[in-house]
């Protein structure tokens, strides 16, 4: 059975770091581009965040441009986002997947909480 996992939140006070991690059981991440999804309750979830499968190319959404960094290891078969200059507004629930352009590629993991005060 293939699973998402997510770790790395937890709360911070603005203008503090917290750096995600992203894994999955039962597959590799080579060839999947792999994106970063945030979730505040009774919103949509959105993508922030995605790096290629092949020449690391990044995307990051205007909220967290300049802010934050997507990274992989493909040996750890691991990607990370580096969330630096946290705000308020950055206070969700992360989730990662592999983004296929059209939806999530893979069934949704837990997330893990990012709670940034003020």
């Known amino acids: 059975e293939v699973q998402l996992v997510e770790s790395g939140g937890g709360s911070v006070q603005s203008g503090g770091s917290l750096r995600l991690s992203c894994t999955a059981s039962?597959?590799?991440?080579?060839?999947?581009?792999i994106g970063w999804f945030r979730q505040v309750p009774g919103k949509a979830r959105e993508g922030i965040s995605c790096?290629?499968?092949?020449?690391?190319?990044?995307y990051y959404a205007d909220s967290v441009k300049g802010r934050f960094t997507v990274s992989r290891e493909h040996a750890k078969r691991m990607v990370y986002l580096q969330m630096n200059s946290l705000k308020p507004e950055d206070t969700a629930v992360y989730y990662c997947n592999v983004d296929t352009g059209v939806g999530p590629g893979l069934p949704w993991g837990q997330g893990t909480k990012v709670t940034v005060s003020s």
């Open positions: 039962g597959i590799t991440f080579d060839g999947n581009d």
């Open positions: 790096i290629s499968s092949t020449e690391g190319g990044t």
